[in-house]
Structure formats: C-alpha cells, structure tokens
C-alpha cells in the first residue's frame, strides 16, 4: 500500500452528549481504491458504526479521507485494518466496527470487517 498519511485529512469535535452510550452509524457507499496487482479500481461501500466516548468524526473531513483512497493501491484486508486503525486513533472512541463490502471482483465478493474496542470501556447499557 502506498505510504500516503490519510490520517492527518481526519477531524474530530467533541462528543456532545457524553452521559449515555449511543451508536453513530455512518454508510459511505462510494469507496474507491486500485487492487496492488492489476492496478484495476475495485469499489466498496463501508458500513462504520461507533460508539463516541469525547469525540466523534467530523464527516466533511471523512469523506475527504475516503476519497484520498482512489489512486491508492491496496489489498482489501490491508486498507480495511488501516482504515479502522485511522478512525480509532482520531476519536478514540469506546467500540467501533469498520465493514467494508467490496463488489464482485472475478464473481467473488469480499467482504472485510474489522473492530476496535478500548479496553477499559464497560458496556452497562447492553449496546453490542
């Protein structure tokens, strides 16, 4: 995968409702990167839903990020991880989960889901 800093296009406000645990899902259908071998663009649409602890993703700045993928060459699994790997360490949030569902590659489809989880959360209001 190219060496491209994606994570410094992310940014964050504060969370504004910090007394009760609750899901942000976010569906992004429009990701783009190139597959590494054939240098092919392969599509995805990225279901990301989090749970805020301080801070939640400013969405201007994340479709920005996604779109920074386009000519970037990499395996499904790899941009998956980074992609939660980036999320996570902007917002630090309590849970997050990244799907990304890429279309029929060759009559394959693939389907990648990653998660992250801070260790020291405690789920009392029974979310996942």
């Known amino acids: ?23 942000i899902d976010i569906t ?21 839903k989090y749970i805020p602890k301080n801070f939640c993703l400013e969405l201007k700045s994340l479709k920005q990020y996604i779109v920074s993928f386009r000519d970037v060459g990499a395996f499904h699994e790899s941009v998956a991880n980074q992609i939660c790997n980036d999320l996570s360490k902007t917002i630090r949030p ?11 590659r060759g009559g394959i489809y693939t389907s990648v889901e990653v998660q992250y989880r801070n260790k020291e959360w405690k789920d009392f209001n029974h979310l996942l």
């Open 94 to 104: 309590h849970f997050l989960t990244l799907k990304a569902q890429f279309n029929v």
């Open 28 to 48: 992004v259908p429009e990701f783009t990167c190139l597959c590494p071998k054939t240098g092919q663009p392969d599509f995805a649409t990225l279901l990301i």
């Open 1 to 23: 995968m190219n060496k491209i800093k994606q994570i410094k296009i992310l940014d964050r406000f504060k969370n504004p409702q910090k007394k009760e645990d609750y899901f």
